[in-house]
Every structure is written in C-alpha cells, then in structure tokens.
Nanobody, 124 residues
Framework: QVQVVESGGGWVHSGGSLRLSCVASTRTFTNYNMGWFRQAPGLEREFVAAISWTGDRTAYADSVKGRFTIVRASAKNTVNLDMNNLKPDDTAVYYC?????????????????WGQGTQVTVSS
C-alpha cells in the first residue's frame, strides 16, 4: 500500500512563487519515481514535471520549463516542485503521482499511485 500526499498549494499573485511537496509513504524499502500533473477547470489533466527515484533524470512540460524545478528532498520518497514566475494559466489542481521503475515518466497512465491534489490559484 502506497499513500501519496501533496502539500503546499495556495493563492499567489502573478509573478509569485510557491513550493509544492509530495510524500509517497510505504512500509517497504521501494524507491519511487515521482511526477506532477495538473488539471485546470474544464480541461484534461496534463503532465507538469517528473523525476527518477535517483534524482538524476528529470522531465518538464514545455509550458513550465525555466520556471518550475522538481527536486528530490532528503527524506525518502519526497519531492518538491518549486514554481517561480507563476502565471494565471498555472491555476489548477496539482496532483502528485508515484510508480516503481527507473525514469522520469511523463505519461499519466504510467503511474500507479496518486494523491488527492492540491489547489494552486494564480491571480492576475
């Protein structure tokens, strides 16, 4: 059983910054690859960023490259998503996902475990 929990969402003005955190809790010694996806109202969920369990591979959506950074924290199966220069178009519910394997996976269906999501709202 793997429980994925996101935190750190909130409201910010355009140009501001937020940090999202995600923990994939498990009683096993498995290391998980992690990814972030987001869903804006009326739109489908889309890929944002991903990182391998070793932290040496990352992937980003074109829309966030240069503004968002995904890193692994020191705690096991914990990742942070640093979001800078936020825009109103970044407003969405952000979901964290986890899976075994070894890579920065960008396809939603490749992930096995999902969090409940955290709201990010960027005002203009």
């Amino acid at each position: 059983q793997v429980q994925v929990v996101e935190s750190g969402g909130g409201w910010v003005h355009s140009g501001g910054s937020l940090r999202l955190s995600c923990v994939a809790s498990t009683r096993t010694f498995t290391n998980y690859n992690m990814g972030w996806f987001r869903q804006a109202p009326g739109l489908e969920r889309e890929f944002v960023a991903a990182i391998s369990w070793t932290g040496d591979r990352t992937a980003y959506a074109d829309s966030v490259k240069g503004r968002f950074t995904i890193v692994r924290a020191s705690a096991k199966n914990t990742v942070n998503l640093d979001m800078n220069n936020l825009k109103p178009d970044d407003t969405a519910v952000y979901y964290c996902a986890a899976r075994m394997g070894d890579g920065a996976y960008i396809v939603e269906d490749e992930y096995d475990y999902w969090g409940q999501g955290t709201q990010v709202t960027v005002s203009s």
